[in-house]
């Protein structure tokens, strides 16, 4: 199985200090896609990005930001001037095209945000 | 649009019994997926649905696990015989068959635990 690695298992930050949780996956693919979700205590995963493999362009969206670098077959997500309201557990995934769309979800990151 | 609604949010049953969830998609959306995610783990893909067909279904889904999507609309998953093991979060999650990698709407899934 092509699998989705988040080495990182906890993290805990003071609100406002950016952090970054780091994503490695594996692929035999040339076309495939990347996201980031976020899972609160409520349960729901709630998507926040994605990228496909074409596109290693990496962009801001408000607070996010993310660097896909395929040479290193690393997705990483980083929260700029983090709130509490970010703590939450956030998985990586990554996708297949055709017919099988499964998603792939590594172990995910707990992040707490401290006041 | 309401949303992936899944019911029951919460179930309990004792080990043995047979348990089924229902999962309603997002209406324009044919393709339907169940996961389930254990504790401290993420969401691991059990099965998908092009409209009433099962396209995949993965190990995971043993011989007492099954799912149907009649019609092509909502979708349910039965487990029977249940077993401690069973004990998860069975989660539900939609999209269009072009809706390869541009994320799916995650329901909030159903809790199941087995005493």
């Known amino acids: 199985a092509q699998k989705v690695t988040q080495a990182q298992t906890e993290i805990s930050v003071v609100e406002k200090e950016d952090v970054t949780l780091d994503c490695v996956y594996e692929?035999?693919?040339?076309?495939?896609?990347l996201f980031w979700y976020k899972q609160p205590p409520s349960g729901e995963l709630v998507f926040l990005i994605r990228r496909n493999s074409f596109d290693e362009q990496n962009e801001i969206s408000g607070r996010y930001s993310w660097n896909f670098q395929k040479s290193t077959s690393s997705f990483n997500f980083t929260i700029t001037a983090s709130q509490v309201v970010d703590s939450a557990v956030y998985f990586c995934?990554?996708?297949?095209?055709?017919?099988?769309?499964?998603?792939?979800f590594g172990k995910g990151i707990t992040l707490s945000v401290r006041p | 649009d309401t949303g992936v609604s899944q019911d029951p949010r919460h179930k309990i049953t004792k080990r043995g019994q047979n348990v089924t969830f229902r999962c309603d998609p997002i209406?324009?959306?044919?393709?339907l997926y169940w996961y389930r995610q254990t504790l401290g783990q993420g969401p691991e893909f059990l099965t998908y649905f092009q409209n009433e067909a099962q396209l995949e279904k993965s190990r995971l889904l043993s011989d007492r696990f099954s799912a149907e999507r009649p019609k092509g609309s909502f979708s349910t998953l039965e487990i029977q015989r249940t077993e401690q093991g069973d004990s998860a979060m069975y989660l539900c999650a939609s999209s269009t068959h072009r809706g390869l990698g541009y994320g799916y709407t995650f329901g909030s899934g159903t809790r199941l635990t087995v005493v």
């Open positions: 209406s324009e959306h044919n393709r």
């Open positions: 692929t035999r693919d040339t076309t495939y896609y």
């Open positions: 995934a990554r996708s297949y095209t055709g017919a099988n769309s499964k998603l792939t």
